[in-house]
Structures are given as structure tokens and as C-alpha cells.
């Protein structure tokens, strides 16, 4: 099979595909690589890298898109770069359908068969694609709202572990997932005083294993996230329906209510964001400010720790893409459920639900069953 690793077009997003490494493996499973030029220049992987692990490099990604027979990227694709898809190619990356009616008319249009790291599940139920990015977005959120508590960037100049004599700040994380106990790893290391609210009993009782008391647990109800929000001077969301639209946790209310100068950091912002006020932001331009409350809610968060990001990206997604390319998408994922279930779009079809769910009315489409739609 001939793979293509296109440059990353979005905003500040320096992550790429396959990293050298990755396009050895590829090749020595007797696949051919094509890579556009400079596609991982600018985090340490430059052309002569992936030369000499056996790949082409091209110089557009038009000629990357029309060689390739299956695409592996980082970021959804872009309108430009979905309008070069066609039917029967394999596209392989992060798709984040729910909140964007945009891509999803554009993959359906394109017939090409959709792959998202972000619904590929394993045997304990967990989404291994998405895991690494996770576990750098939760470090980050906390490394992101420290810096815009800093009066000079906007917040309420507090400082996160506090000093001898002076309260540490208060670290709300609303969800105890991946994102959630990164996030908290990295608050309880600076030193804050940090609540995670959750709605599963057993995660609770999980992490108040984890941090021996160092962190409260608290069940998630409306009441908690009013009451914590209030009193918080950094609000971490962290809350994950795979594959659907983020439930909206904190109102306009209760950002309002909240202290003049905190921070909230929406890491669900790729799946819609969870707070009411949250809208997509960039690495370029990461925060905006409404009633006082500073927002961070970058869509790329990990892009920012490009180089480290790729790499723990391509650890995970790596044995997918050679089950891919060894054995053709449709076998593939006949073998493989976990695999299957990440297929959003498959000729024309929209096969996983919470695409629908969140889009279905909007765009007049039908689920059809991934197996089914693969079969047909």
C-alpha cells in the first residue's frame, strides 16, 4: 500500500503523521511512504530523516493525496484537504465529527473511508488513540492556566502553590478521566489545593487511591460544579462522551459567578467545548476574556508540545496503520472491533452514532451499522 503523510495545515500544528521511525516500520512491512516536504521539518524530523527511512518526499500535498492510497495525519482534515479525498481511500487521524457539520459533509461527499483516532477502543473499554493526547492536554491544561493566572496575561495574579504564609490556589477539574488525573498529577505537583468531580463512584474511589489524599473527590451533581466553580481559581474541563458533542457543565451563570481574573481551560473544546462561554481558540491567539473569567480553549492543545506529542501519538497509532495497510481497511477491521469502531464514514455513510446524534437533523443523515456499511 502507498502511504502519504501531508504537512499539517492548522493553525500552529507542528505534529506530523508518521515520524521517521514509524515510516521505517511501514517500509519494512514492504508498504511505500510518501511524505510532502517539510511535513515534521520545524520538531526535528527533517526530509534526509525520512529519506533515509525508505520514504519519497513529495512537494504538495496535492501530489501527496493523489498518490496515496491511504492518509495519515494528525489534525481533521481541512475543507481543501478533504475535497482531495476520493472513494476507497483510507484517511487515518483525528476527526472530531460531532461539533463540525462542515467536515462531515465534505467526508461524506468524498467516499472515502473515515478512521478516527479518537473512537478506536481497546479491550478495557479505553480509547488507546486518544490516551497520549490526552495525558499531554491534562499536563498542559494546568502548565496553560498557571501562566494565564499571571496578571500580566490576564488573570487574577495568584499563584497556583501558593507560599508559606499564603493559601495555595484552588484547581477545579471537572471530569477524572485521562485529562482529569493528568491534570491533577501535574496541580498536586505545583502545590494547589485541587477537587476532581466525577460520576462514577469506583473513578472516585480510584483516585483518591491514587493521590492518598491529596486531592478531594467529590460526586459531580449541579450543586458541586455551582459551589466549586465559585471558589476556584482555575477550572479544568476535562469531561469525554466518545465520539459526541461535550455536555455543557458550566453555564453563563456560573461564569459569571465566578472570581474576577480565573481561568477556565476547555480541554473538551475539540468535541464542542463543555462550558457554555467556550469557543475554539488558537495557539496564536489561546485566550479571550467574558465576565472577567479568562478562557483558554485551544483545539490543538498537544500541538503546542509538538515534537513529544508526536511521538507518544505514533506509539499508539502505529500498530493500527500497519494492520491498516497489511491487510486492507476492510479486512482490517472484519478482524479487528476495536478498529471497526473507529470508522465514522465509509462510502457516503455515517457509521458511528454519536456523529448522528449530534448532526443527524442538522445534515439529514442516517447511522448505518459499521460493519454493515463495510460489508455492503
Known sequence: ????????????????????????????????????????????????????A??????????????????????EPQPNECKMLRENQILYTYLHLAPDPRQTEL?????????AYETVTDNK?????????????GRMSIQAGAHFLEKAHGGSGTLLGGVPGVSPGKVLIIGGGVVGTQAAKMAVGLG???????????????????????VHTVYSTAEAIEHYSSRADLVVGAVLIPGAAA?????????????????????????????????????????????????YCVANMPG??????????????????????????????LEDPHLLNGLNVHKGLITYKAV???????????????REAINS
Open 247 to 295: 455536555p455543557k457543565l458550566l453555564n453563563r451563570a456560573h461564569i459569571k459567578a465566578m472570581k474576577p481574573g480565573s481561568v477556565l481551560v476547555d480541554v473538551a473544546i475539540d468535541q464542542g467545548g463543555c462550558f457554555e462561554t467556550s469557543k475554539a481558540t488558537t495557539h496564536q491567539e489561546p485566550v479571550y476574556v467574558v465576565d472577567d473569567v479568562v478562557h
Open 356 to 370: 448522528v446524534d449530534a448532526l443527524g437533523s442538522e445534515l439529514n443523515l442516517e447511522y448505518c451499522d459499521a
Open 304 to 333: 503546542g508540545v509538538a515534537r513529544t506529542s508526536t511521538m507518544a501519538l505514533n506509539n499508539a497509532t502505529l500498530p493500527f496503520g500497519l494492520a491498516l495497510a497489511n491487510k486492507g481497511a476492510k479486512q482490517a477491521m
Open 125 to 137: 473499554g479505553t480509547l488507546p488513540l486518544l490516551a497520549p493526547m490526552s495525558e499531554v492536554a
Open 192 to 214: 494547589a489545593d485541587v477537587t476532581i468531580l466525577d460520576r462514577s463512584l469506583p473513578r472516585l474511589r480510584d483516585l483518591d487511591d491514587i493521590f492518598l489524599g491529596r
Open 1 to 52: 500500500m502507498i502511504v502519504g503523510v501531508p504537512k499539517e495545515i492548522k493553525n500552529h500544528e507542528y505534529r506530523v503523521g508518521l515520524t521517521p521511525a514509524a515510516v521505517q516500520e511501514f517500509v519494512a512491512h514492504g508498504h511505500s511512504v510518501v511524505v510532502e516536504t517539510n511535513a515534521g521539518a520545524s520538531i526535528g524530523f527533517p526530509d534526509s530523516l525520512y529519506e533515509n
Open 54 to 75: 525508505g520514504a519519497e518526499i513529495l512537494n504538495s500535498a496535492e501530489s501527496i493525496f493523489e498518490r496515496a492510497e491511504m492518509i495519515v495525519k494528525v489534525k
Open 107 to 115: 467526508l461524506v461527499a468524498s467516499k472515502a473511508t473515515c478512521i
